[in-house]
């Protein structure tokens, strides 16, 4: 799998993953945007919550957090990895976008702009307990940019098939 990612053009381009299957034993199919532009996406969401209008202390809260923590991103890189992972490269010898691999487990997590999603069957998610500002935060998330990222998990088994760029292979 991480050969043929390595070989797809480092432009933006749709990428699928059919039938995957989440932690919650949701099933779904994802098309996804692969190589979009994260930071693109921060400096958006930036400039978004700078206009926004703030409903009370604890939107207000929330909006001044979440600046602080996209201009925390925004400042760190877009291509910088933690420790855990390993960067995969092109052909060309560069990072390939939203591709990177668990050092222990050589699991692959592929990151991408959500474009469309099908469920096939919903998964079972456990009630939520958010306090008041981690609801504000949430609400604010939904408004930006970032809300349409995903991350996912790509192992055996995870889903049927990938799709993207008329090739198509199993994780």
């Known amino acids: 799998m991480i050969q043929i990612l ?3 053009r480092p432009d933006s381009t749709f990428l699928s993953l059919k039938k995957y299957r989440n932690a919650s034993n949701e099933v779904a199919d994802y098309q996804i945007i692969f190589h979009a532009s994260y930071e693109n996406a921060i400096k958006r969401s930036i400039s978004f919550l700078e206009g926004y209008q703030a409903d009370g202390d604890i939107e207000n809260q929330a909006k001044s957090e979440l600046l602080a923590s996209f201009h925390a991103t925004l400042s760190k890189g877009e291509d910088e990895v933690s420790g855990v992972y390993d960067r995969v490269f092109g052909e060309n010898g560069k990072p390939i976008k939203g591709v990177k691999v668990h050092k222990e487990t050589g699991t692959a997590y592929i990151f991408g702009m959500l474009h469309n999603k099908f469920v096939y069957q919903a998964g079972i998610y456990k009630p939520v307990n958010k306090a008041n500002l981690t609801m504000a935060k949430d609400k ?3 408004m930006v940019p970032l809300s349409r990222f995903r991350q996912f998990i790509v ?7 990938i799709k993207v760029e008329n090739l198509s292979f199993l994780p």
Do not use: F, Q, V
């Open 140 to 142: 604010l998330r939904k």
């Open 155 to 161: 192992k055996p088994g995870s889903c049927e098939e």
């Open 6 to 8: 390595s070989n797809i």
